[in-house]
């Protein structure tokens, strides 16, 4: 098993940044994969972006250019830098973890942005 917590939400102006964290229980160089997800209200959760154990990344067509994944593994984090933040962005980001076949989550973050 792996707890997840998440922080570094919180309210943004539109073109502003965020870096939100992601801390594993245990070491993530275990972890086959990274995910983070959001969910605006009225909307499904969606992938964000994910990276893999050999720092393959993926992200989602939005957020392409403007966020970053990126992961220290000796401090068992995942982090999501988000740039040139839009109000389409608000969602409660949410990180995800794949290990030995199964799915762990953490409990959300919330991203507002409004001016």
């Known amino acids: 098993q792996v707890q997840l917590v998440e922080s570094g939400g919180g309210l943004v102006q539109p073109g502003g940044s965020l870096r939100l964290s992601c801390v594993a229980s245990?070491?993530?160089?275990?972890?086959?994969?990274m995910e983070w997800y959001r969910q605006a209200p009225g909307k499904q959760r969606e992938l964000v972006a994910l990276?893999?154990?050999?720092?393959?990344?993926h992200y989602t067509d939005s957020v392409k250019g403007r966020f970053t994944i990126s992961r220290d593994n000796a401090k068992n984090t995942v982090y999501l830098q988000m740039n040139s933040l839009k109000p389409e962005d608000t969602a409660v980001y949410y990180c995800k973890a794949l290990l030995a076949g199964v799915h762990y989550w953490g409990q959300g973050t919330q991203v507002t942005v409004s001016s």
């Open positions: 990276m893999t154990s050999g720092d393959t990344t």
């Open positions: 245990k070491s993530i160089s275990s972890i086959y994969v």
